[in-house]
């Protein structure tokens, strides 16, 4: 089993820090208040076509401009973000089991805050692969006809949880608050919004409906919690635990309670964070997608050996260089509790993924057959991942 202590080469290119409301593409920075209706457009509209626009590089290029099979990238650009829910992402670039892996190909990375902010940089070519959540991905899919993005591993399950203030006790003492997610279209905003809706609630994505919900970005989450202007919010970790932990938020809804395995064959488990990769990238260098593979695989099994106060020590560490701070010793022991490793990125949940972000108002009904490439993934590791019917495996 490889440790940290193995000392394979670091991430030496630095990352850039990408959060909710900055522009996903270099040196093009928009403002940090972006309006709804912006938003939406980005979301639902043509987020894809917007983003291709400003960089050239849309997913859906002719096949004839595609380079020959096999060629390594000189550069792989790889997007993450600074939760606990991406340790396999946090792992893999601190500890070089990525860049090792790649070989000569150089790797540099950027950190985002939310889903939809890392879709649109891999859109513009910003990006090439990022770690996120599934429901930005199944949107871009949908939007783009397939031609954006696949889905080419799992990366972790759970850890997700709407916590709420301490008077909150039901889901009826939710209708008139204002609640938060990481970002409008990201995958705490739809399971946040189709929860509600299962309680019999309206929201609607300007913010208006029987329950507020304010996209924030994380950290001001916490700061708007604290200060009492938020009732609550469905956050991913470490941010779920920070609230409770940090500022006296208790726990509504676990989200884990609302997966019965029916759908994936694992009872509790969905997925929070998967690996996803630009198609064109895929297409031209399916050498470098493998070498990334095998260093997402290593880091996940590191993950899954590594003793509790080692794997905090390193993701924690990891954390400071991608988001700024470390975290208490609490929190990330909580944080960890609540999440599951896996290489598997559930496919069976997906259908039901699709119609959340239909019932959100974050996508529209559509075939999402094609959204998975699972080949290379199960030539890295050895084992049969499934696609559930979505694609190839």
């Not at 590191?302 to 106060?309: D, E, I, P, V």
């Not at 049969?384 to 495996?393: D, H, Y």
Request: hydrophobic share 40%; glycine share 12%.
């Amino acid at each position: 089993m490889s440790t940290p202590s193995d000392k394979s080469p670091q991430n030496q290119q630095g990352s850039t820090r990408i959060v909710a409301g900055q522009s996903a593409i270099p040196k093009r920075p928009l403002g940090l208040k972006i309006g709804i209706a912006a938003g939406i457009l980005v979301l639902v509209g043509g987020g894809v076509a917007v983003a291709s626009a400003v960089s050239g590089n849309n997913a859906a290029v002719p096949a004839a401009s595609v380079a020959a099979p096999g060629n390594a990238a000189a550069e792989l650009k790889l997007g993450y973000f600074g939760n606990v829910t991406h340790a396999p992402a946090l792992v893999g670039v601190s500890q070089g089991y990525i860049a090792k892996e790649l070989g000569d190909t150089k790797l540099s990375t950027q950190v985002f805050n939310a889903g939809p902010a890392a879709i649109e940089a891999l859109n513009a070519g910003a990006v090439d692969a990022t770690y996120i959540g599934p429901n930005p991905a199944i949107n871009s899919f949908v939007k783009s006809g397939g031609e954006s993005v696949n889905i080419i591993a799992g990366a972790a399950a759970g850890g997700a949880q709407l916590v709420v203030k301490p008077e909150i006790t039901s889901a009826s003492d939710l209708k008139g608050k204002t609640l938060a997610s990481p970002q409008l279209g990201g995958t705490q905003d739809v399971a946040l919004r189709a929860w509600l809706s299962s309680q019999g609630y309206k929201t609607n994505v300007d913010g208006s409906g029987d329950v507020a919900i304010n996209p924030t970005e994380n950290a001001q989450t916490l700061k708007l919690f604290q200060d009492g202007k938020l009732d609550g919010a469905w956050l991913p970790e470490p941010w779920a635990s920070r609230l409770v932990l940090t500022a006296g938020a208790k726990v509504l809804v676990d989200e884990k309670d609302l997966w019965d395995g029916s759908l994936s064959g694992k009872p509790g488990e969905f997925p929070t964070t998967i690996l996803i990769v630009n198609k064109k990238f895929a297409a031209e260098h399916p050498d470098t997608v493998k070498a990334l593979l095998r260093g997402h695989v290593k880091s996940v099994e590191w993950l899954n050996g590594a003793a509790a106060g080692e794997k905090a020590t390193v993701i924690n560490m990891a954390l400071k260089e991608a988001a700024g701070a470390e975290l208490k010793a609490d929190v990330i022991d909580r944080s960890l509790k609540n999440i599951v490793f896996t290489v598997d990125p559930l496919a069976g949940t997906y259908q039901k993924l699709l119609a959340d972000g239909v019932t959100a108002g974050t996508t529209k009904q559509a075939d999402i057959n094609g959204i998975f490439y699972l080949t290379a993934l199960n030539e890295v590791s050895g084992e049969k991942t499934s696609a559930a019917g979505l694609g190839k495996e």
